[in-house]
């Protein structure tokens, strides 16, 4: 099956509509010579996995492959090679990940520290129905870059700003914090820009972040074309008795391309983004490149092309005060989780020693 699998020209495979293609076969070919089959992860729970393969969703088992990295766990949107055959059948190997969004690391638990995996696009959705907040426009993309993805700014709920001129103001004032980014506004419910987005989703895998309230579910049900997701009722703005969204999977979109939604990413946090931070700030780490000094922190230093730049209004000074105020959450981040880790390894070899005494007593025990 498997050898009959790579002859197949990876356009007609019976994968790509769940992203499989031409890069994908090229990485699948030598486990497809040890006649393994290719899969695409739709969810997991509990050391098991849905496996979208060519003989159809399978169970398999994760056992042969929980490493100690805990962003090494297979999770959805993942690439596996699966056994060809058996009950159960096992997941031998994770096909190396193009892109990956990985939970905000300061949080207690380490497992599901993965989100999903090889991610095209990241759609940031941003309601126009309540003011822009761009510094959290510019949080969002800092962990799209971060991923690897493409992030796209989706403008949700257009329809309330039917005024061209104001509406124009908003896309300019959004774009100006988006370098790099398309941004896309967007009506679910008068089906407005949603063809275009349909577009650019076909062309890959697709995640929905953004605030609770944005839009989200609205999004994936028009890109969906049904109801699949839950949305909440407008009376249930205030958050009392609303529904989540539980649904973890990753569904194949009926224009093309394919989307993850799950729980974990709806809440996110900023990640350790540092190079992130940086590719959403693009132009003050060009001016930071013409800085006298190579370690500048622009903010007082001689020869500081960011000060510079922001004196004769080439940079916005909002900009840069949300460059600072990203870079400082950043690190304080990263910190906690170097100290999070310490900990871990701290517990871990507690128990390894505990685990040697009970052995030393037990061996006594029977010596005696
Ligand atoms: N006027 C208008 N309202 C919209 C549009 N899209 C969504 N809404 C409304 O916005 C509210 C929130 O939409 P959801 O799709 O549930 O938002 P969400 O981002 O999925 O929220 P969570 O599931 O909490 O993360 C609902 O009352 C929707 O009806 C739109 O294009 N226009
Ligand atoms: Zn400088």
């Known amino acids: 099956m498997s050898s009959s699998l790579s002859s197949l020209s990876p356009s007609s495979h019976p994968l790509s509509p769940y992203g499989w293609d031409a890069g994908w076969d090229a990485e699948f070919a030598p486990y497809a010579d040890q006649g393994l ?27 042969f492959v929980v490493p100690r990295d805990p962003a090494k766990v297979v999770c959805t949107g993942d690439w596996v090679a699966v056994d060809p055959d058996g009950d159960p059948r ?51 993309l800092a962990l799209a870059w971060e991923s690897g993805a493409q992030p796209v700014v989706v403008l949700t709920k257009a329809d309330l ?18 370098p790099g980014v398309q941004v ?19 062309g890959g895998t697709s995640v929905l972040l953004g605030q609770s309230g944005a839009g989200k579910s609205t999004l994936a049900n028009a890109l969906l074309g049904e109801d699949v997701m839950d949305v909440q009722s407008a009376r249930d703005v205030d958050g009392k008795g609303r529904h989540t969204t539980t649904t973890r999977n990753l569904l194949v979109l009926p224009g093309g391309g394919v989307l993850i939604d799950t729980p974990g990413l709806r809440g996110v946090g900023l990640w350790d983004a540092e190079t992130g931070v940086g590719q959403v700030f693009a132009e003050i780490e060009e001016f930071a490149a013409e800085c006298r000094f190579q370690d500048c922190a622009h903010e007082a230093e001689p020869g500081c092309a960011v000060l510079a730049a922001l004196e004769d209004g080439t940079l916005a000074e ?10 400082r959450e950043n690190r304080r981040i990263v910190a906690k989780t170097d100290a999070r880790t310490r900990g871990e390894i701290r517990r871990e070899w507690r128990v390894k020693q505990a685990q040697g005494r009970a052995a030393m007593d037990a061996k006594r025990g029977r010596l005696h």
Do not use: M, W
């Open 318 to 327: 909002r900009r840069l005060q949300s460059y600072r105020k990203l870079l």
């Open 161 to 178: 700003v039917p005024d061209p001129a104001t509406r124009g103001h908003l896309v300019a004032d959004v774009e100006a914090a988006s």
């Open 37 to 63: 089959v290719p899969g695409r992860v739709l969810r997991v729970d509990r050391g098991q996995c849905d496996v979208v393969t060519v003989d159809g969703t399978i169970r398999a088992d994760t056992e």
């Open 90 to 140: 096992y997941v031998r190997t994770l096909v190396t990940r193009r892109t990956a969004f990985l939970r905000n690391t300061s949080s207690k638990r380490s497992e599901g520290q993965i989100l999903a995996a090889n991610v095209d696009h990241a759609l940031i959705a941003i309601s126009l129905a309540v003011e822009l907040d761009l510094g959290r426009i510019e949080r969002f």
């Open 184 to 202: 896309l506004p967007v009506s679910a419910t008068a089906g407005e820009g949603t063809d275009v987005l349909q577009a650019l989703v076909a």
